[in-house]
């Protein structure tokens, strides 16, 4: 018997080719809405995130300042210092670490109008240059 040497195409109902057709174009719209997403999150600044320190700060306080600052040590800071009439030892150490924390994670620490109080602190201490208050 003669073999034939004809191959034979299975070709696809309209419905299964439409429902390929529509999964390319979902996938091509993830993919795309991916790219876009990740280039817009390439050119954004990172968050700048802004603490006001409270008027008396003390050891008293310590822990619920030592919280608020755990939430932000990844974006840039402000540090609204104005109203300090009294800051402790205890507390100018906190924020020193917290800002060699944040510096160290390529971030910065912007003081916003420290008080007299709180510059003369952190000169005593010698902690206003490393702080960048001076």
Do not use: C
Not at 54 to 83: M, P, R
Not at 109 to 127: H, M, Y
């Amino acid at each position: 018997m003669p073999t034939s040497n004809k191959t034979t195409s299975i070709k696809k109902a309209p419905a299964a080719r439409k429902k390929t057709a529509v999964k390319k174009k979902r996938a091509a719209a993830k993919k795309t809405a991916r790219n876009t997403r990740a280039k817009s999150a390439a050119g954004k600044k990172p968050l700048t995130h802004t603490l006001t320190l409270d008027s008396v700060a003390v050891i008293n306080n310590a822990k619920a300042l030592y919280e608020e600052l755990g939430k932000v040590t990844n974006t840039d800071i402000n540090i609204d210092a104005s109203a300090v009439e009294m800051i402790d030892t205890a507390i100018m150490q906190l924020l020193y670490a917290f800002v060699i924390k944040v510096t160290s994670n390529s971030h910065k620490v912007n003081w916003i109008n420290p008080s007299d109080e709180f510059i003369s602190r952190a000169s005593l201490l010698g902690l206003s240059r490393n702080m960048g208050i001076a």
